[in-house]
């Protein structure tokens, strides 16, 4: 079964290059433009990893990573974001996120990082 | 001088005048007194003399020795009356005449004795006895009707000074009253115009010679405040400045990482997956890192814009011409996301602008209105002039969704914005540069759920605040 990647960020490169690379490795990737979409669509389907971006307009990434949490403890989520201080990082890891990325990303730390979420003894294909 | 210390003095000048006043009719009253009591007195002494002229009558008609001893009776009784009422007689008439009195009857009393000694056979010294009678009678009738006319003289006297002094009083009252109350009323007025343009953040002080007085005590401590808050303006002015060269920093890395990330993101995938990439693809992702390249040199531009306003060009020209202009440009845009447009404007006295920098504020805002709204909704503008005509106003009104008034105070700083991506958040403060740049103002009033409204002022032409 192949693991199943969420992305979410207002910046529409970003989810395609994310989906690009990581359809190319054989994960199953779904990318929304904003939050509101993203917890519709997460009523209905469980995600393995969830990356999403933190500032958003409307539902920003602290409220996607509080969902996912209450619908899926299991569900790793890693933060995305262009503010790359010390206060995001603080706030997003006592929000207990499995990794953190400020932006510019380095698409191969990324996928690094999801496949220790998903589990080093998961093969990814 | 204290202006308390002015009221007492002229207080105390008054009353001092008041007590003159009343030391002066008292004294009169006195002396009116003094002069009625010597007519009445001389009004009994005038009976006793017509009495004795009516025996002196009487004996020179039927010789009776009687009337004659009458008469010394009569006289001994008034020198006896005169005696007793000497010091008021004094005081109303003075010596002289009292003893012209007195030597008058002495003649008379000695004249009766003759008469008594002669036994009435004298001829001659019977007339004598008329001719001091008669005497005698007028000239006390004479002084009674002197005393009289002193009297009215003093009452007449009484009266005029009284009626003076009224008006004297009156008319100093008025001029003391008038004269501190204008030197209280111009200084707050002065105070009341300081404090109005103080309230328009405009910081002057009150020149001219500061009196020593409690309205100088004021106008020093209101000077002294205009001077503060200038100086704490000044400072927060500084402090703005700081802060917004922080939002300024935050803002240029947030919206500089946004594209860097994108391209960056792109390349790195070119690099990985080149050999699995068609034509097509590979086109694309150039042509995305082109878009994206120039979304950054955007941003720099407007960047450039904000922390180097250009000088305006100004021109007098129809801020209305430029309205329909924006409006023209922005016509496409607002046809496809369905908003209607509404124009009410005014014809306007000439202003001096930037015909290129205003349109630059209209096009963002009828943008800014354009994104806030769903399809359905009006964009109007409306152009008016001030009631003072010093200014003229433009608003640009739409019916979206409003800014939560926690935002209000920040929509002018740089790099907010609430439009998440597509949104510099330079727009607005960019505009805001430009109008006051132009002398003008600009403010946002906003109801959550029904719209905003921006108010662009603009001074009129030849009527600019220095």
């Known amino acids: ?82 503010f790359a201080n010390l206060d995001t990082a603080i706030e997003a890891l006592r929000g207990d996120v499995h990794d953190f990325f400020p932006k510019p990303i380095k698409i191969r730390e990324l996928k690094a990082s999801i496949r220790r979420a998903i589990g080093a003894d998961v093969a990814a294909t | 001088m204290k202006i308390e210390r002015k009221i007492i003095l002229s207080n105390a000048v008054n009353l001092g005048l008041i007590l003159l006043i009343g030391v002066f009719a008292l004294q009169n009253l006195n002396r009116v007194l003094t002069k009625l009591r010597f007519v009445e007195i001389a009004d009994d002494l005038n009976a006793s003399f017509l009495e004795m002229r009516l025996s002196e009558k009487n004996y020179i008609l039927f010789h009776d020795e009687a009337t004659l001893t009458d008469m010394q009776a009569q006289i001994s009784r008034t020198r006896q009356t005169i005696d007793s009422a000497r010091q008021d007689i004094v005081r109303a008439v003075g010596e002289d005449n009292l003893s012209m009195l007195i030597g008058q009857i002495e003649k008379y009393s000695n004249t009766i004795h003759d008469v008594q000694a002669s036994g009435g056979q004298d001829v001659a010294l019977k007339l004598r006895l008329r001719m001091h009678g008669k005497e005698l009678k007028e000239f006390s009738e004479s002084l009674v009707r002197i005393e009289r006319a002193r009297v009215n003289d003093i009452i007449a006297s009484s009266k005029r000074v009284l009626f003076y002094s009224f008006w004297v009083l009156f008319l100093l009252a008025i001029l003391v009253s008038h004269f501190i109350s204008q030197r209280i009323l111009l200084s707050l007025r002065a105070i009341e115009r300081l404090t109005r343009s103080i309230a328009e953040g405009k910081f002057h002080r009150i020149e001219g010679p500061v009196d020593d007085d409690e309205v100088g005590s004021v106008t020093t401590a209101i000077n002294s405040m205009s001077d503060e808050l200038k100086s704490r303006e ?45 034509r097509e693809k590979r086109l694309e992702f150039m042509q995305q890192v082109d878009d994206e390249t120039k979304r950054i040199g955007e941003i720099v531009r407007n960047l450039l814009d904000f922390s180097r306003p250009k000088d ?117 403060s960019v505009s805001y540069g430009i109008i006051k740049n132009h002398g003008g103002a600009i403010r946002a009033e906003s109801t959550v759920g029904r719209g905003t409204t921006f108010i662009i002022e603009l001074p009129v032409y030849g009527k600019e605040e220095t």
Do not use: C, W
Not at chain 1, 24 to 50: C, M, N, Y
Not at chain 2, 242 to 269: D, F, Y
């Open chain 1, 1 to 82: 079964m192949k693991h199943s990647i969420m992305v979410i960020d207002d910046e529409k490169i970003v989810g395609d290059m994310a989906r690009l690379s990581l359809e190319q490795d054989g994960f199953e990737v779904e990318t929304f433009l904003s939050g509101e979409p993203a917890l519709a669509r997460l009523q209905h389907k469980r995600f393995d990893v969830v990356v999403t971006d933190l500032k958003m307009r409307g539902i920003d990434g602290m409220e996607v990573l509080r969902t996912v949490r209450s619908l899926y403890p299991e569900t790793k989520v890693i933060m995305i974001t262009a």
């Open chain 2, 234 to 278: 000044e400072e927060l002015i500084q402090s703005k400045k700081l802060a917004s060269l922080g939002i300024l920093t935050a803002g240029v890395a947030h919206e500089l990482t946004n594209p860097l990330n994108n391209i960056s993101m792109i390349a790195q995938n070119y690099l990985e997956l080149y050999d699995n990439l068609d």
């Open chain 2, 312 to 428: 305006a060009d100004l021109q007098s020209a129809d801020i209305n011409e430029t309205i329909r202009k924006a409006l023209q440009i922005m016509q496409n845009s607002l046809h496809l996301a369905n908003i209607d447009s509404k124009l009410s404007l005014d014809p306007l006295p000439p202003v001096r602008f930037d015909v290129h920098q205003i349109l630059q504020v209209l096009v963002n805002l009828i943008l800014n209105a354009t994104q806030a709204m769903q399809p359905g909704g009006t964009l109007s503008i409306t152009t008016t002039v001030a009631k003072d005509g010093k200014t003229v106003r433009i608003y640009v009104r739409d019916t979206g969704s409003g800014i939560p008034p926690e935002f209000i105070p920040h929509i002018f700083d740089p790099f907010f914005s609430t439009k998440g991506v597509g949104g510099t958040g330079l727009g607005l």
